[in-house]
């Protein structure tokens, strides 16, 4: 089945859930990234010209858009590879700071670059490494790191993990 099927299958949304209480809910962000590999297990680190910081391929999700596709489009968007995105490995809970909202950071098994030709989207990474955790950690945010290192974990062990800010719960 497809979305709009399973949309019709599911009927009619309940009344509490039309526009004018709808629209007063809360809302959150979600993000989709890849954990992507070399045949060295180091992960593809790209440096975003939009912060200081070290970021894994992905993105925010759009309006009506799964973290799953987002990853994948944001994926192609940012280093140029159609690439198939595998199982869950970390949904991490992100709490609110500064401007931005909370957030659901979801994390997907992007799979081991053999030969890897990347086409860099210039306006958004300005380069790429491969490196270790531990050599790319003092350039990302702590809680990215301990995102990371679960997301490694669910790779060696075959279950995702939920965590709240980079802990597992």
């Given at each position: ?110 799979g ?16 790429h ?31 995702p ?9």
């Open positions: 089945m497809n979305r709009q099927d399973d949309l019709i299958a599911d009927g009619e949304p309940e009344k509490e859930f039309h526009a004018g209480i709808a629209a007063r809910m809360p809302r959150k962000t979600a993000a989709g990234g890849a954990l992507i590999r070399d045949p060295a297990g180091r992960i593809l680190f790209l440096e975003p010209t939009y912060k200081p910081t070290l970021d894994i391929p992905g993105g925010i999700v759009e309006y009506d858009e799964s973290p799953y596709d987002a990853c994948r489009r944001e994926v192609q968007e940012e280093i140029g590879l159609d690439l198939p995105i595998g199982r869950l490995l970390v949904v991490d809970w992100v709490p609110a700071q500064g401007p931005w909202s909370d957030a659901l950071a979801f994390i997907f098994d992007g081991v670059l053999d030969s890897p030709t990347l086409t860099l989207d210039p306006t958004e990474a300005r380069a490494h491969f490196l270790t955790l531990d050599e790319a950690a003092s350039r990302l945010r702590p809680s990215m790191t301990r995102r990371l290192t679960l997301a490694q974990h669910s790779l060696t062990t075959g279950h993990t939920y965590a709240d800010f980079g802990r597992p719960r």
